[in-house]
């Protein structure tokens, strides 16, 4: 049964986000860097909370007075590596870019192409008069040597189309390979790395005591098992890092700074309401309140994303 309940929490946690991981940012080498990026400075944060909180000794003993302090730092580094992007990637060009100057390449090539195939028509027609007239004896011999010529520019067109093909696709693999990424899918592999770094870390070690021998209830709520109760939330936290950093990135990008604030706002409440999990609390007052501001502000990214027409935009 606690093997049951191990993984039903796990997948109940990480399902939604290692789904959205391998099905859109493992296809783009660039994205799984930035992934790892966000969790890397992700951890960062969580660092500088850990020496902040061990440096003073009154916030050992209060939650309420340490939680403030983490989600400063975390903010702190969310604009730290937003800068770090932006200097990153502003300077590139986008794919969109890219294949307009691909086209327009291909355009100016097929010109040149055809420009030296009628020059090269019109030559061998007027080197062929000229034969023709002046070799008139020896027809048999010209008309060989002239298939035999034929032939071999034939092979030589052959050549160059299969060494041009090969050239456009190592070219067409490099160029998108240094163009940007989107700037919404960006922010959102960052948000996954923040997202999946504080599963792990947040939950990571509750979850491996679910595996047994026995299980064990939340004193604030006897009646719900405490592991299925911090996967819920940990499940919405997960998911609003990924909000917290699309919506941060689009208002810093856009300079809609009420995006920021109510990233801001929302990241003190839900942290906030996690204190209500303390024996003397009811945990009722903290998942449903997590989970309805959770349903809120992934409606609320979206709809702040296709007002913006941020999803498709990619200059």
């Not at 391998?22 to 969580?46: M, P, R």
């Not at 010529?149 to 041009?164: A, G, I, T």
Request: net charge neutral.
């Amino acid at each position: 049964m606690t093997q049951v309940l191990f993984y039903g929490c796990l997948f109940i946690t990480f399902s939604p986000i290692l789904a959205f991981f391998f099905l859109v940012i493992a296809k783009n080498s660039q994205l799984v860097i930035l992934t790892i990026g966000g969790s890397f400075f992700w951890l960062v944060s969580i660092l500088l909370s850990a020496i902040w909180w061990y440096i003073i000794p009154p916030m050992r003993e209060q939650w309420w007075f340490t939680i403030p302090f983490a989600v400063v730092f975390q903010e702190a580094i969310r604009y730290l590596f937003y800068r770090l992007y932006s200097w990153g990637f502003n300077d590139r060009p986008s794919l969109n870019q890219i294949k307009e100057t691909q086209h327009q390449m291909s355009l100016d090539q097929m010109k040149k192409r055809k420009q030296v195939k009628t020059s090269y028509q019109n030559e061998n027609y007027n080197n062929d008069n000229d034969n023709n007239n002046n070799n008139n004896n020896d027809d048999d011999t010209f008309s060989i040597d002239n298939k035999n010529d034929s032939d071999e520019n034939d092979n030589d067109k052959s050549e160059s189309k299969e060494s041009d093909k090969a050239e456009v696709v190592i070219n067409n693999r490099l160029e998108t390979l240094s163009a940007r990424p989107n700037h919404t899918l960006s922010a959102t592999a960052i948000g996954v790395g923040n997202g999946t770094a504080y599963g792990f870390i947040m939950f990571g070690s509750i979850l491996w005591e679910s595996t047994g021998p026995g299980t064990m209830f939340s004193p604030a709520c006897p009646t719900v098992n405490l592991f299925m109760l911090s996967s819920i939330i940990t499940l919405c936290m997960t998911i609003l890092h990924v909000v917290y950093n699309v919506l941060a990135f689009q208002g810093y990008r856009s300079r809609k700074y009420h995006l920021v604030v109510y990233v801001v706002i929302v990241h003190f409440l839900t942290s906030f309401l996690t204190l209500l999990n303390q024996p003397s609390k009811s945990c009722i007052g903290s998942v449903l309140p997590i989970s309805l501001i959770t349903i809120f502000s992934v409606c609320f990214c979206l709809y702040s994303l296709l007002k913006s027409d941020s999803i498709t935009k990619t200059h």
